[in-house]
């Protein structure tokens, strides 16, 4: 299972820089510090909803089903 995960973390590092190039690449006129702000705010919020807990398996989400 740890092989699987590996193997999927490196596929999504792979793709990552696949699609900043393809980005840099193709779209002009473009700000890199913007891109690279937009991708790392868009990181950031999948660790502010781990954060604030509204995942299933929560206490809220069990009483309001």
Not at 20 to 29: A, D, K, N, S
Not at 30 to 48: D, K, M, R, Y
Request: glycine share 16%; net charge positive; hydrophobic share 60%.
């Amino acid at each position: 299972m740890m092989r699987s995960a590996w193997f999927g973390e490196i596929g999504k590092v792979l793709l990552t820089a696949l699609l900043f190039g393809v980005i840099f690449g193709f779209v002009r006129p473009i700000s890199p510090p913007a891109v690279f702000a937009g991708f790392i705010a868009a990181q950031l919020v999948i660790f502010g909803a781990l954060l604030l807990g509204g995942g299933v398996g929560t206490k809220e989400a069990l009483t309001k089903s």
